[in-house]
């Protein structure tokens, strides 16, 4: 079965700060992509980070990086220099193939980022 | 804004009742897709539709349906509602058929209590 297991329920962070958090998925795809939602108190999902599994570098999106290691199919979110707005739950994400297009989400990380 | 919208933002209702939930897609998205958040299940897929044609299924109930109009808006129609039929329900959109090479642009969610 393919899942995705964020293994860390919540998570806390001091503003300016780095933080990771982490993300493992199972698959037998070879090619597919990996996502980073963040659902702040609005409640509404949005789209931090996507990284391609045939590209070996490491996306990266201001304060946002991942470390993708296919091989350990981990998919880690670095958030640098934390801010107050960073505050959310962040969702990782995997779209199921072989005749099925949805996403699969793990349970998500809280983080709170403390001034 | 990512320019999908969905109404009612929140909806109170009696169990047995039936409810429609409404999603008007981003300009030019011919994909929705349906997703119910619940805070034991986290986020599930339901259902996904292309074009005005089922494309995809999820863990969607039978007492659910959904369907997508000529002009691309779609419904979610929930009815014998339960308790357990409470939760957050997002619709979002992607311009292609293919969530796994697309990002997806989320609503901002309807709200359903039954109470």
């Known amino acids: 079965a393919q899942t995705v297991t964020q293994s860390q329920p919540e998570m806390s962070v001091q503003e300016a700060e780095t933080v990771t958090l982490s993300c493992t998925y199972d698959t037998s795809e070879s090619n597919y992509y990996l996502f980073w939602y963040k659902q702040p108190p609005s409640r509404q999902m949005i789209l931090v980070i996507r990284q391609e599994a045939y590209k070996q570098q490491n996306a990266t999106e201001n304060r946002f990086s991942v470390n993708f290691q296919k091989a350990a199919k981990s998919f880690s979110l670095k958030i640098s220099d934390s801010q107050l707005g960073d505050t959310a739950m962040y969702f990782c994400a995997f779209p199921l193939r072989g005749g099925s297009e949805k996403l699969v989400f793990g349970k998500g990380t809280k983080l709170t980022v403390n001034p | 804004d990512s320019g999908v919208t969905q109404t009612p933002k929140h909806l109170i209702t009696a169990t047995g009742q039936r409810v429609t939930l409404r999603c008007s897609p981003r300009?030019?998205?011919?994909?929705v897709y349906w997703y119910q958040q619940s805070l034991d299940q986290g986020l599930q897929f339901l259902i996904q539709?292309?074009?005005?044609?089922?494309?995809a299924k999820g863990n969607i109930l039978e007492r659910f349906s959904a369907q997508q109009f000529p002009d691309l808006h779609s419904e979610l129609n929930l009815s014998s509602l339960e308790l357990g039929d409470s939760a957050l329900y997002f619709c979002a959109s992607s311009v292609v058929g293919r969530v796994g090479t697309g990002e997806l642009f989320f609503g901002e969610g309807s709200r359903l209590t039954v109470l």
């Open positions: 539709y292309y074009n005005g044609e089922e494309r």
């Open positions: 300009s030019g998205d011919l994909s």
